[in-house]
């Protein structure tokens, strides 16, 4: 069985620069770090208010070419501008609210189904694959495939929320399961993210024909204690010996 990818999102290095307004630490800096801990890709979101991520930001890192870049942002024109300009290797398209602390649900694809089919499309003739993250919602997912989604990542912010183990938990893996089968069958890659933390990591990491899990939270805030190459490498020995 090939162990499943890691992806880091290392969107909090920049809000804790930008929480004091400083030029340190640098997200450009968290690639070579990342990398020595085994990340398989880096992931930014790019907020349309920059609350952490800067367009600065996402110039350099995608400059940087050592590990594959994954651009989350909201399927705008401003942002379809800046990803052809900067051409990262995947672009995530998330839903996006103002107020929200977090990426709260997943794209409600199938009520904007041509206008992402057609927006996905000037990402993919430039060469860039195109994923949307998604609830695991068997609609949601037959929207995706409508749409040419080459990746759907599958939103786990209500698993991670979730008593582990509780009725409700087991219900929702049931979900996720489900939707992984299903996006995958369809001819989709299969990744998921948010909320993820070590311990609750191992059974999304067994998702059928789970590739990439996308983490970024509880990878920079175990950073702040034991170093990021570390935290890093502790979330990918998981992953390994999973
Ligand atoms: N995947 C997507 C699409 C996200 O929006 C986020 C949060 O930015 C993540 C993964 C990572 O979530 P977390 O920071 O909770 O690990």
């Given amino acids: 069985?090939?162990?499943?990818?890691?992806?880091?999102?290392?969107?909090?290095?920049?809000?804790?620069?930008?929480?004091?307004?400083?030029?340190?630490?640098?997200?450009?800096?968290?690639?070579?770090?990342?990398?020595?801990?085994g990340a398989d890709g880096i992931t930014i979101h790019l907020r349309e208010d920059r609350r952490h991520?800067?367009?600065n930001d996402v110039e350099r890192i995608c400059a940087a070419k050592s590990l594959p870049i994954n651009l989350e942002m909201a399927?705008?024109?401003e942002m379809l501008e800046i990803a052809l300009k900067n051409k990262p290797h995947e672009v995530c398209l998330v839903p996006e609210k103002r107020q929200e602390l977090t990426t709260?649900?997943?794209?409600?694809?199938?009520?904007?189904?041509d206008h992402l089919l057609a927006y996905s499309k000037n990402l993919q003739e430039a060469n860039i694959l195109v994923s949307l993250f998604i609830d695991p919602?068997?609609?949601?997912?037959?929207?995706?495939?409508?749409?040419?989604?080459?990746?759907?990542?599958?939103?786990?912010?209500?698993?991670?929320?979730?008593?582990?183990?509780?009725k409700d938990w087991r219900l929702e893996l049931e979900r996720l399961t489900h939707a992984a089968c299903l996006a995958h069958k369809l001819g989709m890659i299969v990744n998921a993210g948010h909320g993820l933390t070590i311990e609750n990591v191992h059974e999304i990491a067994k998702l059928p024909a789970m590739n990439?899990?996308?983490?970024g939270h509880s990878i920079i805030a175990k950073s702040v204690f034991?170093?990021?190459?570390?935290?890093?490498?502790?979330?990918?020995?998981?992953?390994?010996n999973n």
Avoid at 212 to 215: A, F, G
């Fill in 137 to 166: 919602e068997e609609s949601q997912i037959h929207a995706s495939e409508k749409c040419n989604a080459d990746i759907v990542e599958l939103h786990t912010g209500r698993y991670a929320e979730l008593e582990y183990g509780s």
């Fill in 1 to 37: 069985m090939s162990t499943v990818l890691l992806g880091v999102n290392i969107d909090h290095v920049a809000t804790l620069r930008n929480a004091r307004g400083t030029i340190y630490p640098d997200p450009y800096d968290a690639i070579a770090l990342a990398r020595a801990g």
């Fill in 104 to 113: 709260e649900g997943g794209l409600d694809v199938v009520s904007q189904q």
């Fill in 53 to 55: 991520i800067r367009d």
């Fill in 226 to 240: 034991i170093g990021l190459e570390n935290a890093v490498a502790e979330m990918k020995n998981t992953l390994a």
């Fill in 212 to 215: 990439c899990l996308n983490i």
């Fill in 75 to 77: 399927a705008t024109q």
